[in-house]
């Protein structure tokens, strides 16, 4: 069926030209890349969309590669993605005074897959292996911001970079978490500190600038690690 194994060809190099571009890509950009009439792009790139394979920034209108290749395992091993997120967890810990969790997104949950307890002498109990509901934590806003769904409120969080949750999941702690990403611009990942609400935010419901910055620049450390040059 050679309709089908060329559609299956252009699918795959406008998947390879979004890689590349790291998101900074609209229809018509990639169209002339890779040698299609603008129609046939948006044709295209509107099923990738529908299965997750690229997500559209409704702001800007240009594409970057979704979650669903994560799902699809063509991204990397968990165990790898654990592996290049150690060191940078356990010094945010450290820097932080917080615990930090690392998760990927599974459907409408998102699962732990690493977890650095706080600097103290307080009991606490490993989370990895815990799946946490996606949509009232700041690790699920970070990964459903980088989808194909994008609510207002996880356009805000796709826009400044970071997410945060105030008592939403658990009444009295918070979160603040940041994308990873891998090489090609593909958030696998979000990384962030969970606490008391008031030791993460102010008065105001502000993040604390120091902490904020500590989350998104350890976000952007391991997503150098796994090969993302924009960091």
């Known amino acids: 069926m050679p309709g089908t194994v060329q ?3 252009r699918a795959a190099a406008i998947l390879r030209v979004v890689a590349g571009s790291g998101g900074t890509l609209g229809v018509t950009d990639i169209a002339a890349a890779v040698g299609l009439a603008k129609t046939t792009a948006h044709s295209l790139l509107r099923t990738l969309l529908h299965v997750g394979f690229v997500a559209q920034d409704p702001a800007t209108g240009r594409y970057a590669l979704g979650p669903g290749l ?6 990397l091993d968990v ?6 997120s150690s060191n940078w967890a356990d010094a945010l810990a450290s820097r932080s005074g917080q615990a930090v969790r690392l998760a990927t997104l599974a459907g409408t949950e998102v699962v732990v897959v690493h977890h650095v307890f706080r600097p103290d002498d307080s009991a606490q109990v490993l989370e990895v292996g815990t799946a946490l509901p996606a949509h009232n934590t700041a690790l699920g806003k970070v990964l459903l911001a980088h989808g194909a769904a ?13 997410a945060a949750e105030r008592g ?7 979160a603040i978490a940041a994308p990873v990403r891998a090489a ?8 962030g500190v969970s606490g008391a609400l008031t030791s993460l935010f102010d008065a105001r ?5 120091l902490l904020l910055a500590m989350v998104v620049d350890a976000a952007h450390a391991v997503s150098r690690e796994l090969g993302h040059g924009g960091g």
């Open 168 to 174: 939403e999941h658990e009444p009295g702690t918070g």
């Open 205 to 209: 419901g502000v993040p604390r600038s």
């Open 7 to 9: 559609s299956i060809e």
């Open 79 to 84: 165990n790898e993605l654990r592996a290049r």
């Open 70 to 75: 994560l799902r699809l395992g063509t991204s």
């Open 184 to 191: 090609g611009g593909l958030v696998v990942a979000a990384l």
């Open 150 to 162: 994008h609510p207002p409120e996880l356009a805000e969080v796709r826009a400044q970079g970071w």
